[in-house]
């Protein structure tokens, strides 16, 4: 085991230590975890494979699927997807900056342990100002995964991270409770007809209303 820190957000935004030293952690290798828009989220480098591992091991998911990841700006995407369909497009003008996650067909075929076995990457530009600027900060991105073991509740307070992690992480950025206790709702747009593979944050409808060609999971 060992000592997780822990460094509670200010209320008059003087995080400028704070994020120092987060952005310390995750650019030696380390795993925190911090709030977003959403619930809470563990952050590893996502440009190094050994930290990313680590995150899936802490929670215990299995192996093959893509790892979301936290993108600074839309210009960055292009670098890493093969294409940003017309349905893709829409989504990013309504929902970017914010809880909406969309699957991509990855252009790389050197970061499996972020696409997975299909060859997909997760995408969010997150509307958080803390994880915006642990962005800018780190200078790499960022993984995006709810800070759970898989299969068990999204914690939405520093407390519930704990409960999981204590012990296993390096660092936990308390926030205080999360606004939202939904996480981010998610779009596969790797193939012209999108689908909302997780109803979350953003509701079905809403999302239907931006793009009509949407379908549920397993739904024709």
Not at 146 to 158: D, F, L, Y
Not at 190 to 211: D, H, N, Q, T
């Amino acid at each position: 085991m060992i000592k997780t820190e822990i460094l509670k957000l200010s209320a008059d935004n003087q995080d400028k230590p704070l994020l120092q030293r987060a952005a310390e952690i995750i650019n030696r290798g380390g795993v925190i975890a911090f709030p977003t828009e959403t619930v809470y989220a563990l952050g590893a480098d996502a440009m190094n494979e050994q930290a990313v591992q680590r995150v899936l091991h802490l929670k215990k998911r299995i192996s093959g699927k893509p790892v979301a990841i936290f993108f600074p700006k839309l210009q960055d995407l292009k670098r890493f997807v093969k294409e940003i369909t017309p349905s893709a497009s829409k989504l990013i003008r309504e929902f970017w900056p914010g809880p909406l996650t969309l699957i991509f067909r990855s252009k790389s075929s050197q970061m499996t342990y972020l696409t997975g076995i299909e060859g997909k990457l997760g995408v969010r530009v997150s509307s958080s100002k803390f994880v915006q600027a642990l962005l800018k900060l780190t200078g790499t991105l960022l993984t995006a995964t709810s800070a759970n073991v898989s299969g068990k509740p999204e914690p939405v307070s520093a407390e519930q991270v704990l409960n999981y992690f204590d012990g296993k992480i390096d660092l936990v950025i308390d926030g205080g409770n999360s606004d939202c206790v939904t996480p981010s709702s998610v779009v596969d747009v790797s193939e012209k007809i999108p689908i909302l593979l997780r109803e979350g944050r953003i509701p079905y409808e809403k999302l239907r209303k931006i793009v009509p060609e949407l379908k549920r999971k397993n739904k024709k």
